[in-house]
């Protein structure tokens, strides 16, 4: 069965510090696809990233970067320098090729970046 | 970039109603929609799955005669609540995808609350 956690619920650090949000996955499939949505208070969903199974190659854009790792099952997001804009729900995903790439949701951390 | 347009974004009616929520992809052919519920400090769950010309397949609980999905063409599908109670107050969001597009694109959402 496919499964997403993210274990920590709430964050909150103050503006410019790094901070590194959790996702640890479960899986049978050997192609999966792995997702990092931002939802601000407004509600829409913001795509963030997608990664294969296939490329753990890490990735940086901007302040953002990711760290996946099969070896542990994780693929976590970090901010560096965060800003008050980036304070929202951040949700990690799952999608597997063989379930029609519905995608499985983990239980978001509410970031919160105070001035 | 590809674009999904949700409308209405807020609906506010009377117990007994029924709502109609419309999903539409502007610049692509979606070849499958999805249907998402995310009720208040929660995560996404998936609904159902909507493909085009076909019927909607239905996540596990989720009562089909309830929530009617309609994907008549390949830019248009709606979700249907029908005779709606106070419990089915929430936060209603589509994505779509093309046949060989990754990763899903998010409506708005709508919310919906129900007196």
């Known amino acids: 069965a496919q499964k997403v956690t993210q274990a920590q619920t709430e964050i909150s650090v103050v503006e410019k510090e790094d901070v590194t949000l959790d996702c640890v996955y479960e899986t049978r499939d050997t192609t999966y696809y792995l997702f990092w949505y931002k939802q601000p208070p407004s509600g829409e969903l913001v795509f963030l990233i997608r990664r294969n199974s296939f490329d753990e190659q890490n990735e940086i854009s901007g302040r953002y970067s990711w760290n996946f790792q099969k070896s542990t099952s994780s693929f976590n997001f970090t901010i560096t320098a965060s800003q008050v804009v980036d304070s929202a729900v951040y949700f990690c995903?799952?999608?597997?090729?063989?379930?029609?790439?519905?995608?499985?949701f983990g239980q978001g951390t509410r970031l919160t970046i105070n001035p | 970039g590809a674009v999904v347009s949700q409308h209405p974004s807020w609906v506010i009616c009377k117990s007994g109603t029924s709502v109609k929520i419309e999903c539409r992809s502007l610049?692509?052919?979606?070849?499958?929609m999805f249907w998402y519920r995310q009720f208040p400090k929660q995560s996404l769950m998936l609904m159902a799955t909507?493909?085009?010309?076909?019927?909607?397949?239905?996540e596990q609980g989720v009562e089909k005669d309830k929530f009617l999905i309609n994907h008549a063409s390949l830019t248009l599908s709606t979700l249907t609540v029908t005779s709606a109670h106070p419990e089915d107050s929430s936060f209603y969001i589509c994505?779509?995808?093309?046949?060989?597009?990754?990763?899903?694109?998010f409506g708005d959402g709508t919310r919906l609350s129900i007196l």
């Open positions: 610049d692509f052919q979606a070849t499958t």
């Open positions: 909507s493909n085009e010309g076909s019927k909607a397949t239905y």
């Open positions: 994505s779509a995808r093309d046949a060989g597009v990754q990763p899903q694109h």
């Open positions: 995903a799952l999608s597997e090729a063989r379930r029609a790439q519905k995608l499985v």
